[in-house]
């Protein structure tokens, strides 16, 4: 095995990888350089710096960005306008960020010479596979450490031991049994193990931190609209914003109404099934505002078509292929579809549920033509009597079917 002289870790700060930077310096005698990334976690991100200057770490290896515009902008934003959903329902709140972590990891390594990058995920879940993934994809070369797939810590009181044999602090909320394990990013927060490995048992109301409970949401809907341009929401109830800034309003709503829910039994990459509890209050809210839209400006052909592609590209994401040449085919063909995907939709919100209750877009957009569709006179418009000769033609084969099955009944 190669030498490492400087690794890029992802870094939180948390006891996780505060004792993986310490065992990176022990094990590998290397240099260690961290990366913390923003992106609307809701954390306090300083401490991270103080650790791992308190860890040996350079001042100027320390690395702590705010990364949540491109998040939104570059990741988010193309997801939703695939209306990706994994498994139908869950809206990839974790895989998303994945690439876009591994992307600056591996910038800061060319940045600082460094030889290899190194993360914190397991060796049984979903994000080592999408951390790595995104590294090999953007450095073929690059050397990965995985400690988890390494050492002998098994165990949270391993982690903690080593921890306090090396004088790292161990919060006090760490030396108990954590009763579950969270992720968050400014599109969601996901929890799962411990008193979630039960698939029967109901979610306890304290797991849940993103939304108030849709039972106690207020007893009067809130009406809100979203404007759209080529397929990105751009403004809420008509003022501009940025991406970020939108979804975090959108969060905002979304927790007073309860929205955003998804208790989920899932197929990890890796092979086994996982039960999961995801809050996704503005992205639930964002994906409704979309497809609404989208009923107006976008045409059937290309509306199915999307519609087919869409489990595949989300299953692309939830496995890290990101960075993928099939990611990238299609996410031209899903952008191609979005050009004229502009508009406004009013929806309410209201004790769980956002309900597209309207939308309208400018006449150049627009496939939707009441002259047509109306029960009224349509100006001749559409002459229904088009309609026989189309039933009939449609019908040939079901017909000539039909006869056949009564010719051998009749035998």
């Known amino acids: 095995m190669s030498q490492v002289s400087r690794v890029v870790l992802a870094y939180s700060g948390g006891l996780d990888t505060s004792v993986i930077l310490k065992w990176l310096q022990d094990h590998y005698g290397c240099e260690v ?24 770490v350079k001042p100027e290896h320390i690395f702590i960005e705010d990364l949540r515009e491109e998040f939104v902008r570059d990741y988010v934003y193309p997801m939703i306008r695939a209306n990706a959903l994994y498994e139908g329902l869950y809206l990839l709140g974790t895989a998303i960020a994945r690439p876009l972590i591994a992307k600056r990891q591996i910038e800061i390594a060319h940045e600082v010479g460094a030889d290899a990058v190194a993360h914190g995920a397991t060796g049984k879940g979903n994000d080592q596979v999408r951390f790595e993934l995104g590294y090999y994809g953007l450095d073929p070369d690059i050397r990965v450490i995985a400690p988890w797939r390494e050492w002998d810590l098994t165990s949270r009181t391993k982690l903690i031991e080593y921890a306090e044999a090396n004088g790292l602090s161990v919060p006090k909320d760490k030396r108990g049994e954590a009763p579950f394990s ?4 400014l599109l969601h927060t996901s929890s799962e193990g411990k008193v979630l490995e039960d698939p029967w048992e109901e979610t306890p109301d304290y797991v849940y931190s993103r939304t108030n409970d849709p039972e106690s949401a207020p007893d009067t809907p809130e009406y809100i609209t979203l404007g759209f341009g080529s397929g990105d929401a751009n403004s809420l109830n008509g003022e501009a914003m940025s991406p970020a800034t939108l979804l975090a309003k959108l969060n905002e709503l979304g927790r007073t109404h309860g929205i955003g829910r998804l208790d989920l039994v899932e197929n990890r990459f890796v092979g086994m099934k996982s039960r999961g509890m995801y809050e996704t209050p503005g992205g639930t809210i964002l994906l409704a505002a979309h497809r609404g839209i989208e009923q ?4 059937r052909g290309a509306a199915h078509l999307k519609d087919e592609l869409m489990p595949r590209y989300a299953e692309l994401i939830y496995n890290g292929f990101w960075f993928s040449p099939e990611r990238e085919m299609m996410q031209a063909a899903i ?34 033509s009441q002259d047509v569709v109306t029960f009224e006179e349509d100006a001749g418009r559409y002459d229904q009597r088009d309609a026989q000769g189309f039933i009939r033609l449609n019908a040939l084969r079901l017909r000539l079917l039909g006869e056949r099955n009564r010719a051998e009944t009749d035998e």
Do not use: C, I
């Open 335 to 368: 952008d191609k579809s979005q050009e004229n995907v502009s508009g406004t939709v009013r929806l309410k919100l209201y004790k769980g549920r956002a309900d597209v209750v309207g939308r309208k877009t400018d006449r150049k957009f627009n496939l939707y």
């Open 296 to 299: 107006l400006t976008l045409d």
């Open 182 to 185: 969270t992720d968050a990013n």
């Open 33 to 56: 350089v961290t990366f913390t990334a923003d992106l609307g976690q809701g954390e306090e991100l300083d401490p991270a710096r103080e650790k791992a200057l308190a860890a040996g």
